[in-house]
């Protein structure tokens, strides 16, 4: 009895080590392997700020928020390529981009609109008629990657891998407020720019359950110089006076935080199928809508302002062909 308990351990045991390993899958050793993918990204909700009430039912009509919920996936692009001399070491450079997102929301009630300062100010922003919101954001950025893989990719049943490169991201914005008092109309317009550059450090984690299939999962941890602008502009009675106008610019540390799950399908052993879910998280960007100065004094919303967060998810499916 116990000679038939030993043996049966032994034999899960060897089951089990075979298990490290993957299905047998000869790929070569390649050099060079080019990748397409076409991503759908959708930008995610800001920070919370209040733009229009309606004093006739005494409460927020218009917020950042519903502009922002108006946005789309957008098509973009992942154009890259990957150097691998041997199967410990990769070098990985690829484009992401470029994403433009455009929403617009407007609210209308006759004599009761009022942009939301601090107390009454600036002639056509209060007892005004119709209030519209515009906001545009553009991002896209680069990213170069040496990956050292602890086992080799595709081969073992799990691969581990990870990575320390270089990213630069561009995030432009613009936000418009347009307010209509009889035949008025006025606007108040910030825009930003972002330029980000810095280092990333990140790991990936893959599983080959079969010879054909891959799957697996990528964290990347980004920190920035932030180089940084901001224009903003006031105007009032029909756009015939300027209220305020802004011009500054500054450096500032941002952080990124990238997700992704992946699935790869190998049609043999130079072309592949790929397919990913992504999540992209950035912190202290300067973004337009947080240019915003409430109050009443003539230098409310001069400083740049960089406590902002956004983020940004969505998929993207692509090939890659080694040689």
């Known amino acids: 009895m116990r000679r038939a308990f030993y043996r049966t351990i032994f034999t899960l045991s060897l089951c089990a080590f075979s298990l490290l390993e993957a299905y047998p899958y000869n790929v070569p050793v390649f050099q060079w392997e080019p990748f397409a993918d076409a991503v759908f990204l959708r930008r995610g909700k800001g920070a919370y700020h209040i733009l229009v009430n309606d004093v006739a039912i005494g409460d927020t009509v218009l917020e950042v928020d519903n502009v922002t919920h108006t946005f789309n996936y957008e098509l973009g692009y992942r154009l890259g390529v990957r150097f691998q001399s041997n199967r410990k070491l990769t070098f990985e450079a690829f484009y992401f981009g470029p994403f433009l997102w455009e929403g617009e929301k407007s609210v209308t009630d006759t004599g ?46 799990f691969s581990f891998s990870w990575c320390l490169g270089a990213r630069g991201l561009l995030l432009n914005e613009e936000f418009k407020v347009n307010f209509r008092k009889g035949g008025n109309r006025s606007d108040y317009k910030t825009s930003t720019r972002n330029q980000m550059i810095g280092l990333q450090g990140g790991a990936t984690l893959e599983w080959n359950p079969v010879r054909r299939l891959t799957w697996g999962a990528t964290v990347k941890f980004a920190a920035f110089g932030n180089q940084a602008k901001q224009k903003s502009f006031l105007f009032d009675n029909n756009n015939t006076v300027t209220l305020r106008h802004f011009d500054q610019a ?74």
């Open 112 to 157: 009761n609109l009022y942009f939301a300062f601090n107390t009454p100010f600036a002639n056509d922003f209060m007892q005004a008629d119709r209030a519209r919101a515009k906001y545009h954001s553009k991002l896209e950025g680069a990213e170069m990657n040496f990956w050292v893989h602890m086992t080799p990719r595709r081969l073992n049943y």
């Open 250 to 323: 500054g450096l500032h540390p941002a952080y990124l935080g990238d997700f992704l799950a992946f699935v790869q399908y190998h049609m043999g052993s130079r072309f592949h199928l790929e397919g990913a879910l992504q999540y992209i998280y950035i912190d202290n960007a300067a973004l337009a809508p947080k240019q915003i100065g409430y109050g009443t004094g003539s230098k409310s919303g001069d400083r740049l302002s960089f406590q902002s967060e956004t983020n940004y998810y969505g998929f993207w499916v692509g090939a890659s062909l080694e040689f």
